[in-house]
């Protein structure tokens, strides 16, 4: 079970990440998740933390075995491409679920989030206007200190380095700033997870049922659908016959389950042989897509100026935001194609390509045991 799991979660062939993590730590070279690996062989956590997250995968593992296949009677797996989708998915929920529901609720975070931000603005706001005061008494040292550290020279003008710094904290408060209007007038603006894992498990299974056909959704407890969210949340929690059905109604009801089925419903019109071959026929279908998505940018900029009374700077950082967008835009416009290449007119040095990827991926690997060696000696000295 847990060589289909991992064979699942990474898209290429972990074995030399692993080998070097179990050298470490031998259960580690097993039982860490792919993205694990990385983090576990450059020291980037501490042995305690890999061990956690050992005990942790290593728990539902063993449920999974024999959870699993009950589970997997419920959709309609085809070939091992499908079942290495649906077990990376189950994966992925089952590593992130302590997290999920250790996390407080999300309006509460967004509370947070919101509150924080301002906190900073105000301390930056504080910080240019105390430099503003006293900044010449430290730009000097500052250029020297930043010419030490990057050992290279000054460049164009005395004061070069600082000048740029305090500009860099003055546009620091405009992302902030950007950041809240974009949380205020879409709940998009920031990274949050929230503290439902019923209803994520009912999203990964809605999630796996679209991309295989089966189980249909409904909301009527004991379906097959219940049964599998079921199944899905005792594989990552160990608890035993939970009811889901409050949380299978509420996903019914959300924007989450609408997103997901659109974005399913693309997928499939955009691989479909009637998809393909309009997309084929329009040689300018990807320009198109390109100018829809900047165009709804360039209203986004043009709005958020309009919001307020910003101050000059501000204004003008935004005011470019906007122009760099109009930019974009009228440089694809004028692209002139063909947009669509045949086989034929690909570069011809494509396997020497594949090999530089493959001798990079290779000095990453040696890099980071490396990296992992240095880090760990300095912990015991």
């Not at 501490?46 to 699993?68: F, G, P, Q, V, W």
């Not at 608890?239 to 409050?246: H, K, N, P, Q, T």
């Not at 479909?272 to 329009?282: F, L, N, P, V």
């Amino acid at each position: 079970m847990i060589e289909a799991f991992n064979t699942a979660g990474h898209a290429r062939d972990d074995s030399d990440y692993r080998h070097a993590a179990g050298e470490i730590m031998s259960e580690a070279g097993v039982y860490l998740h792919p993205i694990e690996l990385s983090w576990f062989i450059s020291a980037r956590g501490t042995d305690d933390e890999a061990l956690e997250a050992i005990r942790h995968r290593k728990a539902y593992i063993t449920r999974a075995a024999s959870l699993i296949p009950a589970l997997l009677s419920f959709f309609d797996v085809k070939d091992s491409g499908s079942l290495e989708s649906v077990l990376r998915q189950i994966d992925d929920f089952c590593r992130d679920f302590a997290a999920i529901k250790a996390t407080p609720h999300e309006k509460r975070v967004r509370k947070e989030i919101a509150s924080g931000l301002q906190r900073v603005l105000r301390a930056v706001t504080d910080l240019v206007v105390r430099l503003d005061e006293f900044g010449h008494h430290i730009d000097i040292e500052f250029n020297h200190h930043k010419t030490a550290i990057a050992r290279t020279p000054e460049v164009d003008r005395f004061g070069d380095s600082f000048e740029p710094f305090r500009a860099d904290l003055k546009r620091l408060s405009v992302v902030a700033e950007i950041v809240l209007y974009r949380e205020r007038i879409g709940g998009n603006g920031f990274i949050v997870t929230d503290n439902r894992p019923k209803f994520r498990a009912v999203e990964c299974i809605y999630q796996i049922s679209l991309s295989q056909n089966a189980p249909a959704f409904v909301t009527t407890p004991g379906s097959d659908f219940a049964t599998a969210c079921s199944l899905l949340y005792e594989i990552a929690s160990g608890e035993y016959d939970v009811g889901l059905a409050g949380a299978i109604n509420r996903f019914a009801k959300s924007s989450s389950r609408k997103e997901i089925f659109e974005e399913e419903q693309s997928f499939r019109w955009d691989n479909s042989d009637e998809g393909m071959r309009a997309y084929e026929t329009d040689n300018f279908a990807a320009v198109k897509e390109r100018t829809a998505k900047l165009k709804n940018e360039c209203t986004f900029w043009e709005e958020i100026v309009e919001s307020r009374d910003w101050d000059v700077f501000s204004r003008r950082e935004l005011l470019e935001r906007r122009a760099d967008v109009l930019e974009k835009l009228q440089r694809t416009l004028l692209e002139n194609g063909p947009h669509l290449v045949w086989g034929s007119q690909m570069m011809r040095a494509y396997g020497p390509a594949f090999d530089d990827l493959e001798e990079m991926h290779n000095r990453l690997v040696k890099a980071e045991i490396a990296l992992g060696k240095s880090r760990r000696l300095g912990r015991n000295v």
